[in-house]
């Protein structure tokens, strides 16, 4: 998929539709009673999450015949650019760690976040199964093959080659990611295994090339979709919390630091906001890496 001008305007109009229905008239959904508070999977209501559902998988399908014949791979943007408006309006983590002084509660909120990447990256998942309903309704282009990717090989067991594959993409992709969150949120007069709550420009810089990064090497050297990066933002807070937040480093934190202060940039990132802008991000990796491998094969000789 070439980036010119009319795709250009197919990406703008899918975006629109994400950030028009679910980034402003779902708004209300998720708002916390406090704005000061961060958005949070627990401040939706089951009924809200239903509905947050239906609307995800409508702006998927919507999108896909707005970016037809490329509606697989721009349709999938709506529901994450959606989010990312909640994203941006939503308040910062040291709101909720500044109301949560005590050990005890301090450990119970770190822990609370293992599970909540999973609530979002439902609702990126309920607007990709538009798209492909979308797409049994009406094929488009098809995507780009990698020369290296297992459809391409012959003579080997292409099954066991993508399962292999894609469990390495994974592994990859949560400790690229993770890496460059630290590296791209981290405020540089901070010690290097401390950092202090990061502007929510911070933030969106910080998460989205983190995931761009890790699925261009995905894409790279595995020739798989940005399906894995993106799926990496549920591992990526468990992973972090091993290496860098244990129990006792918490209660340190919560005895003998101020409460906007975290031992790695990732805790201070809401999961809305990594589950979020990580899709996005690693889209715009992929696509980064096939344009490369044009480059290298076309216009390099």
């Keep these: ?13 899918v975006a629109t539709l994400g950030i028009v229905v679910i980034g402003i008239l779902a708004w209300p959904l998720a708002a916390p009673a406090d704005p000061l508070q961060p958005v949070r999977a627990s401040g939706v209501s089951v009924p809200g999450t239903l509905l947050l559902l239906v609307l995800a998988f409508a702006i998927g399908f919507a999108g896909y015949f707005i970016a037809w014949p490329h509606g697989r791979e721009i349709g999938i943007l709506g529901a994450p650019f959606g989010l990312t408006v909640w994203a941006g309006r939503s308040g910062p983590m040291q709101t909720l760690t500044q109301a949560y002084p005590g050990t005890a509660e301090r450990i119970a909120l770190v822990h609370s976040f293992l599970a909540e990447p999973l609530y979002w990256l439902l609702i990126v998942a309920a607007g990709f199964a538009g798209v492909l309903l979308a797409q049994r309704v009406r094929p488009g282009a098809e995507p780009p093959a990698s020369d290296n990717s297992p459809k391409s090989r012959t003579g080997e067991n292409i099954y066991v080659n993508i399962y292999v594959n894609s469990s ?35 933030i969106i810089f910080a998460a989205v090339a983190a995931f761009a990064v890790a699925a261009f090497v995905v894409k790279k050297f595995l020739a798989l979709s940005y399906l894995w990066p993106a799926g990496a933002s549920l591992f990526v807070i468990a992973l972090a919390q091993v290496v860098h937040y244990r129990t006792e480093t918490i209660g340190r934190f919560a005895e003998t630091y101020p409460a906007t ?8 990132i809401l999961p809305v906001q990594l589950v979020a802008l990580g899709t996005l991000g690693s889209v715009i990796g992929y696509w980064m890496a096939v344009r490369y491998d044009y480059w290298r094969k076309h216009e390099t000789g």
């Design 1 to 13: 998929m070439e980036l010119t001008w009319i795709n250009k305007l197919r990406i703008a109009a």
């Design 168 to 202: 390495i993409a994974l592994v990859v992709a949560v400790l690229v990611s993770l890496f460059f969150l630290g590296v791209f949120a981290q405020n540089l007069t901070m010690p290097r295994n401390m950092t202090a709550q990061p502007a929510t420009g911070q």
């Design 261 to 268: 202060f975290f031992p790695h940039s990732i805790f201070a």
